[in-house]
């Protein structure tokens, strides 16, 4: 298995074509654009932890029948840094850094790297960001890097932190139905105010501009003051609905005195994270419109929570679906040294990843007697009254053992039905990918023997009259090396499969992308 997570994979910057197999939709033309890490040892060092590996940029290009395959390492300062050094010289979330190892003076002088090394890694391996035209690779740092989404070249580094007082920002924005970005961030600056701020870029920027910028008209929409100033949350990703800003503050933090002094001990920044199974998770809605924060005090029990499925509004409610755990072991899990060879026997998890659901009433009788239950909607979520005035919410399970959920993205912040994710069982290793009806909970399955499916992303058809008019694409890494991977494309709405296009190259374990509709990209002959 060191070979799927710890592995440099080698980079294929010129397309490949793939051996098509079945029948892709004529209608499907457009890039998908996937982002993960693909490299973990540089020299003679290696990353602790699979998250922290150099940012690898892959693409399937579909034309005409034909899929192209390519490949690049995000050319960020970070990564030019350490091939220079042909060390890790930059730190990432899991492994501390030191630059200059040799305290000689000497040494320092004669130092054979011509970059500056970069202070905080500009290495985005999460996401693919859109504003207007352009794409960004983007992590959880306030960098974030422009690419070419057809060459996947690297171009300028934008740093959020220049246009408001962000030190993190979310790799997973979300997008409103005129083409905005909207995105949070925590600022730990000023220490007595942490703060999450929530903030929109927009498309385009007025003609007249010379130099166009769409972040210079960056507008902060509202700010939501960290409950513990020396212990904001972690979080990953949030949700929308048509009014509302949803953010779910849970009590796994970063802790900023061990954060302030991290370097100086010797440890990462993700030593810094703490989970306290005895605080209370809060829930934050901000209005859209007026910007103001829903003053109701929700809450639940401790959870961790990285990646939100959906939300929206339904008759005085906010109903929003997560993927739950009740520990921090899957941050834990993805240590390079965990990830060895017969880590699916030795390493279970020790809380599954859920799918819950939360309905919190936001229009309820203000006279409701205490201890009774607000949610008049059917669903065997609750949201009690407590004495003190705040609601005490607890979940519906809609599904156990599902990850890196997607929706149709039409459907964002509106009533969905349908996610499609990866499954797995007791290890971190996706086996299947997953349709959930969310209504139903019945569920349909791909699975095929040493195939480890990546996130999957809903392509819609685009005459589509239902949710599930699309298809469902998803890479495929092969554990058996007699078997090549390839990009799965089935039938959302059965589950099917259409056909693959398969790729005789090694394939890396990637963590999300999107699709590029042919009329979005400035698509070039091959
Ligand atoms: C094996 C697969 C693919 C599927 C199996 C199915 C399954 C269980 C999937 C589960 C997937 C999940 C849950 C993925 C989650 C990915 C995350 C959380 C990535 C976070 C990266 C966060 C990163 C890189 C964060 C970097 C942050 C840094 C360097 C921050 C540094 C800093 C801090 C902390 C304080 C201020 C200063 C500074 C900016 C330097
Ligand atoms: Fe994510």
Same mark, same amino acid.
């Given at each position: 298995m060191e070979i799927i997570f710890g592995r440099n994979k080698e980079e294929h910057p010129e397309p490949i074509k793939a051996k098509v197999q079945g029948q892709l939709p004529?209608?499907?033309?457009?890039i998908l654009l996937r982002n993960g890490p693909g490299m973990h040892t540089i020299g003679d060092t290696k990353y602790n932890?699979? !998250?922290?590996?150099m940012a690898l940029l892959h693409s399937f290009t579909f034309k005409n029948g034909e899929v192209y395959y390519r490949s690049k390492y995000l050319r960020s300062d970070t990564y030019n840094s350490n091939i220079e050094a042909n060390r890790i010289v930059v730190s990432e979330f899991g492994t501390m850094a030191y630059?200059?190892? /040799?305290?000689?003076i000497f040494a320092k002088a004669f130092s054979y790297l011509s970059h500056t090394i970069p202070?905080?890694?500009?290495? /985005?391996?999460?996401n693919i960001m859109k504003t207007g035209d352009d794409f960004y690779a983007t992590g959880e740092t306030n960098f974030i890097r422009k690419i070419n989404?057809?060459?996947?070249e690297t171009l300028e580094k934008v740093d959020y932190s220049k246009y408001t007082v962000v030190n993190l920002a979310t790799s997973h924005p979300h997008y409103d139905s005129a083409g905005n970005v909207l995105n949070m961030g925590t600022s730990i600056v000023d220490k007595g105010k942490t703060k999450y701020v929530i903030f929109k870029i927009p498309p385009s920027v007025p003609e %007249?501009?010379?130099?166009? #910028?769409c972040f210079k008209h960056l507008e902060v929409l509202c700010s939501i003051h960290s409950r513990s100033l020396l212990h904001p949350s972690y979080y990953h990703s949030f949700g929308i609905t048509e009014n509302y800003i949803v953010f779910v503050e849970q009590p796994?933090?970063?802790d900023m005195v061990k954060l302030a002094t991290a370097y100086m001990r010797g $440890?990462?920044?993700?030593?810094c994270l703490t989970y306290n199974k005895e605080e209370k998770t809060w829930f934050h809605f901000v209005d %859209?419109?007026?910007?103001?924060? $829903? #003053?109701t005090k929700f809450y639940t029990d401790a959870l961790v929570l990285f990646h939100h499925v959906n939300a929206y509004e339904e008759d005085g409610h906010i109903v929003f679906d997560v993927i739950a755990?009740?520990?921090?072991?899957l941050y834990d899990m993805f240590y390079l040294k965990n990830l060895t060879k017969d880590f699916e026997e030795n390493t279970k998890l020790t809380s599954m990843p859920t799918c819950k659901r939360f309905v919190v009433p936001?229009?309820?009788?203000?006279d409701a007697e205490v201890g009774?239950?607000?949610?008049?909607?059917? #669903?065997t979520a609750t949201a009690v009254k407590e004495k003190d005035g705040s609601i005490y919410c607890q979940p519906e399970t809609l /599904?156990?053992?599902?990850?890196?959920p997607r929706i149709n993205y039409d459907y964002n912040g509106k009533k969905h039905k349908y996610v499609y994710a990866t499954e797995v069982k007791w #290890?971190? $290793?996706?086996?299947k990918i997953s349709k959930l009806? $969310?209504?139903? &909970?019945e569920m349909l399955h791909w699975e095929e023997d040493h195939c480890w499916p990546s996130e999957p992303v809903f392509v819609p058809n685009?005459?589509?009259?239902?949710?599930?008019d699309g298809v469902v694409l998803t890479c495929i890494v092969v554990s058996d090396p007699k078997k090549a991977p390839f990009l799965l494309v089935l039938?959302?709405?059965? !589950? &099917?499969?259409?056909g693959r296009a398969i790729i005789d190259v090694e394939l890396h374990l990637d963590l999300h992308g999107m699709f590029i509709p042919e009329k979005d990209s400035k698509m070039e002959t091959e």
């Open positions: 004529t209608w499907l033309q457009g932890h699979w !998250f922290d590996g630059p200059d190892p /040799c305290k000689n202070e905080f890694t500009d290495n /985005c391996l999460i989404p057809q060459t996947l %007249r501009e010379k130099k166009k #910028s796994f933090k970063l $440890v990462s920044w993700a030593s %859209r419109r007026t910007k103001k924060e $829903v #003053s755990y009740t520990d921090n072991s936001l229009q309820y009788d203000k009774s239950n607000l949610v008049k909607l059917p #669903s /599904c156990e053992g599902i990850e890196l #290890s971190p $290793v996706p086996t009806n $969310v209504q139903t &909970k685009p005459d589509a009259k239902e949710e599930d039938d959302a709405k059965t !589950f &099917k499969e259409l």
